[in-house]
């Protein structure tokens, strides 16, 4: 194998959210990670129709049809265009977008999740199930909080006694039907269950590398 198919084969499965789109915004190819993100199955659909299929299906960016259409309207504008977004997995993505020689527009998404846990402080608080997310998403894409469990507490739980009971490292989330979640960092399956009776949790249920917040709390 020459370097130019090693290096186009580590791009190909790596991190990066990688696509290209020819001059009328259709896609040409994309890698794993844009694809998985966008849930798409295949290639020559217009951006805004990836963008409405996957506000359709509940996944891709956090926001709703009006910002889709508005970014629509401005996308490729500019020569070079690179901004921050909200996903509905939890995660915060920057993207760079580029117009090509050929007219066509070639885009790369970076996770900012791991670099946004400095920076977004949760001790202490109680978060809504967004804001949960996110925090949850930055964890699990951070090696140094694995291994990551988290449990689950009754939905009419109290939430201040929960915050009175947590450690500091810990973070609490409401999810919109009402539970409480407590996200464990730097705790194994052992540590956690020695934890459940001190937080009155109903269960605890081990993060598995690679799969995403939502994919962890539909486990919880």
Do not use: K
């Amino acid at each position: 194998m020459d370097d130019a198919q090693l290096w186009w084969q580590t791009l190909a499965g790596g991190p990066l959210l990688l696509a290209l789109f020819d001059d009328e915004d259709r896609l040409l190819q994309a890698n794993a990670a844009y694809r998985a993100a966008w849930g798409l199955s295949g290639t020559g659909a217009p951006w805004q129709a990836q963008a409405e299929a996957a506000l359709a299906a509940g996944c891709g960016p956090l926001w709703e049809r009006e910002a889709l259409l508005r970014a629509a309207a401005e996308r490729g504008r500019l020569p070079t265009h690179a901004y921050e977004q909200s996903w509905r997995d939890g995660r915060r993505l920057w993207w760079v977008e580029q117009r090509t020689e050929s007219g066509g527009l070639a885009c790369t998404g970076l996770d900012l999740s791991a670099a946004l846990r400095s920076r977004t402080p949760t001790t202490g608080r109680l978060l809504d199930e967004p804001a949960g997310r996110e925090a949850l998403q930055a964890l699990l894409v951070d090696s140094r909080a694995w291994p990551l469990c988290v449990a689950q507490l009754e939905a009419g739980a109290e939430a201040a006694a929960l915050l009175a009971r947590v450690r500091g490292e810990d973070v609490c989330l409401r999810l919109d039907d009402g539970r409480l979640i407590v996200v464990l960092p730097s705790t194994g399956p052992a540590q956690a269950q020695a934890l459940v009776q001190r937080l009155g949790a109903l269960r605890v249920t081990e993060a598995h590398w690679g799969e995403t917040a939502p994919e962890l709390l539909a486990r919880a």
